[in-house]
Structures are given as structure tokens and as C-alpha cells.
């Protein structure tokens, strides 16, 4: 994985979590205006809407750059539109990096010996 690809996927990776929290905060807010003077919709749905929209640019350039199939790319994005989808995509995206970088290494680790 070059340092690009795995750039994208940590975007990626650090806008899952707030989009999340944004949109269950968001839910919390709809039902608070609907049963008490609150009314934060507002705020939270234009914080909401910049997260989402950011998750869905790192998506679309993580997808480009790691040539994931339609199947993966659809779970991440479905993931995106799940109230607590956006935890599942990180721990699933923090594994993908985890597991990218240790085959780098061990591919490292066989052109060193290959070349000694």
C-alpha cells in the first residue's frame, strides 16, 4: 500500500466516528425539539451535513485508491447512512489498515532477504 492509499483510508478512518456521533446527536436533537423547547436541529443538522458530506469525499477517494469491489465500497457507504454505522466502518477500516501494513512489511522483509 503506498502512502497515498493509505492516507485516504485514515481520512477516512477519522471522519467515521464524528459523522456517527454527529447523527446520533442529531437524532437526540429531532427528538428533543419535537418534546421540549430545545432546539438545536439546526446547528447539529449543518454539522451533521459537513461530516457526512467530508465522509462521502474520503469515501469516494479511499475507493479510488484502494480499488475496493462494489460490494465493499457499498458496505462502507451504507455503513455512513446507519445511525451507529460509522464505529463499524472505522474498526473495520482500522483493521484493512492494520493488515495492509503488515503485508507491506512482510513484503519488505522478503525483497531484503531476497536481494541478501
Known amino acids: 500500500m503506498d502512502i497515498k492509499t493509505a492516507t485516504a483510508i485514515r481520512r477516512l478512518r477519522l471522519v467515521s466516528a464524528p459523522e456517527a456521533v454527529s447523527f446520533l446527536l442529531l437524532l437526540v ?3 428533543l425539539k419535537r418534546t421540549t ?3 438545536a436541529v439546526p446547528v447539529m443538522g449543518m454539522v451533521h451535513g459537513v461530516l ?3 465522509y462521502v469525499l474520503f469515501w469516494a ?3 479510488n485508491r484502494t480499488k475496493w469491489g462494489p460490494k465493499t465500497a457499498a ?3 451504507v455503513l455512513s447512512v446507519l445511525p451507529t ?3 463499524f466502518a472505522e474498526r ?3 483493521r484493512e489498515s492494520e493488515d495492509a501494513i503488515i503485508a507491506s512489511r512482510a513484503r519488505q522483509e522478503q525483497e531484503g532477504a531476497v536481494k541478501a
Open 29 to 31: 436533537c429531532s427528538v
Open 37 to 39: 423547547d430545545f432546539n
Open 52 to 54: 457526512f458530506i467530508l
Open 61 to 63: 477517494d479511499a475507493w
Open 75 to 77: 458496505l462502507y457507504f
Open 85 to 87: 454505522g460509522g464505529f
Open 92 to 94: 473495520k477500516l482500522r
